[in-house]
């Protein structure tokens, strides 16, 4: 996304990461972009208690603010790039946080996801070690955790593309881009409105 590294070269850019965690991610996008602010969002308490302390350890945390609360919340129309990494999964409603990503992202801003890189069918056959582990971290941790809330869409590890592209679809954006990026772990969307 060049356009979107230009912008946050130039400056002044306000960043969100739904969904931070520990907010390894909100500190290595303001470490990488010294004229960025990046606001993280999580509800739970000792992530966001451990990412404070992760921010002040790598001397940004006067650019990094983390917030327990939910990104639905955010102002609409803030941030020049909304990204959530490896959690839209784990999310019990992923169309209504697709939805909040959209109207927090201020107009020409962009939103990125990044989520496993599920393959769109698994056959007994199937070589691939990465299908293997996302399929069983599916089953022993991410829909359980998924399905902890009231009419959870019980996504699970393993969200293809399709499923992706319709929850996308279903929050408003017009476009997804699977982005040329090769990795053996995570697939990158950018999602336009």
Do not use: K
């Amino acid at each position: 996304m060049p356009d979107v590294v230009g912008h946050l070269r130039d400056g002044g850019a306000r960043v969100a990461d739904v969904g931070c965690g520990c907010g390894w991610s909100s500190t290595a996008i303001a470490r990488a972009f010294e004229g960025v602010t990046v606001d993280g969002f999580d509800l739970d308490d000792a992530s966001i208690a451990e990412a404070r302390a992760n921010a002040a350890e790598a001397g940004v945390d006067g650019r990094v603010r983390f917030d327990v609360r939910d990104a639905a919340d955010a102002a609409p129309g803030t941030y020049d790039l909304v990204c959530c990494f490896e959690a839209l999964h784990d999310m019990a409603h992923p169309v209504a946080a697709l939805e909040a990503m959209r109207r927090m992202t201020a107009p020409g801003g962009a939103v990125l996801v990044v989520d496993e890189r599920a393959a769109d069918v698994l056959t007994p056959s199937d070589p691939d070690p990465i299908q293997r582990l996302l399929y069983s971290a599916s089953v022993l941790h991410c829909l359980p955790v998924g399905r902890s809330q009231h009419g959870s869409a019980a996504t699970g590890t393993v969200m293809r593309t399709a499923t992706f592209e319709r929850y996308a679809a279903a929050a408003g954006f017009d476009s997804v881009e699977v982005l040329p990026i090769e990795h053996d772990m995570f697939r990158f969307y950018r999602l336009r409105a």
